[in-house]
Nanobody, 120 residues
């Protein structure tokens, strides 16, 4: 009933910027905490940035000052603005949200992931 779709990934050079988007669709009653995760080759999936229902953002130490998580409720979309990208930011990025569907109930949802490659 609820789906999350990421977009905006791609190949960028070090120091460049990207903005990832995550659009929620379906019969959504409400959306709770949200976040962006990433998984690099050979590494475990890690939380990059989280956004609480009150609008409080939290970031991994490795991205503080460079990444910004935001949402546009009117568009049912969450964003991750990434600046001053580094090669170590290379990973598949996933959006995540707790949502209550009008039919499916309360669940934790994941997007399919979008690839970010930072290389010169």
């Amino acid at each position: 009933q609820v789906q999350l779709v990421e977009s905006g990934g791609g190949l960028v050079q070090p120091g460049g910027s990207l903005r990832l988007s995550c659009e929620a669709s379906g019969n959504i009653f409400s959306i709770g905490p949200m976040g962006w995760y990433r998984q690099a080759p050979g590494k475990q999936r890690e939380l990059v940035a989280g956004l609480s229902t009150t609008g409080t953002a939290n970031y991994a130490d490795s991205v503080k000052g460079r990444f910004t998580i935001t949402k546009d409720s009117a568009k049912s979309t969450m964003y991750l603005e990434m600046n001053n990208l580094k090669p170590e930011d290379t990973a598949v990025y996933y959006c995540n949200a707790v949502a209550v569907g009008t039919l499916s109930g309360h669940s934790n949802y994941w997007g399919q992931g979008t690839q970010v490659i930072v290389s010169s």
